[in-house]
């Protein structure tokens, strides 16, 4: 059994984590900002803890972490463009958990980024196409707040040595179920929410994706073979 504590659990990639890690007799506690999304947590099996990222200090992080004493830490908080925004929640708010993984000796971090997070002076990763360009730059158009709190996010964490971290990077978001998957560096595509949480929960339960970047996108593999892949190769999906 694996001890997780989820931060932004409320979510819709954070519920199907929840529900597929205790059905395969996990523990998940999950930490959310009001108890708008406690009753379904709870009747998924969670634990709940309320605390508000935007308001949360680092001592309070870091008394939580120590008291449930997690094996594996996942953020999945995110401002999805609502107040108090990103640079607040997925900025600021990943490193508040940095800060208190160390703090308290937590190891283990699967942050959900998002795909084309990167420094874009630095040029085109070598394996886009065309297509994947055009994509980038209209995504980087629409959300540049967003992708920019992300980036700063990732290259914070690059530099905490103590954390074992692994960050898994969605294309376009949907509602389908999970079905194939593609992983390691890939084109700009669409990913099913329960996909990105059963990859997170094959991720967290196996070895060998420490310090890697990993893209998720649907596609035609399965789970344990693309990531066995991903593991032999090194496959890192993170340019800087």
Not at 111 to 124: F, M, P, Q, S
């Amino acid at each position: 059994m694996v001890k997780f504590i989820v931060i932004g659990g409320g979510g819709k990639v954070a519920q199907y984590f929840t529900e597929h890690a205790i059905k395969e007799g996990h523990e998940v506690h999950s930490v959310i900002r009001n108890d708008g999304h406690s009753d379904e947590l709870k009747k998924l099996g969670a634990k709940i803890h309320i605390l508000s990222l935007e308001d949360v200090t680092v001592p309070d992080l870091t008394s939580l972490f120590t008291k449930v004493n997690p094996d594996v830490v996942i953020f999945a908080a995110g401002a999805g463009g609502k107040p108090p925004g990103p640079e607040v929640i997925d900025y600021q708010g990943a490193v508040k958990v940095y800060d208190a993984m160390e703090s308290s000796n937590r190891k283990r971090l699967i942050l959900i980024g998002a795909v084309d997070v990167r420094t874009r002076d630095k040029g085109w990763p070598e394996w886009y196409d065309d297509e994947d360009k055009k994509t980038s730059e209209r995504v980087w158009k629409a959300i540049p707040t967003y992708l920019d709190a992300k980036l700063k996010a990732e290259i914070e964490l690059h530099k905490r040595k103590q954390i074992q971290f692994t960050v898994v990077r969605p294309g376009g978001l949907t509602l389908e179920p999970a079905g194939g998957v593609q992983l390691g560096k890939t084109h700009l595509k669409q990913t099913s929410r329960e996909l990105v949480a059963k990859v997170i929960l094959a991720i967290a339960t196996s070895k060998g994706t420490e310090d890697l970047t990993i893209d998720v996108m649907d596609g035609e593999g399965s789970i344990k073979d693309e990531l066995d892949k991903v593991v032999e190769d090194g496959t890192d999906a993170w340019t800087g």
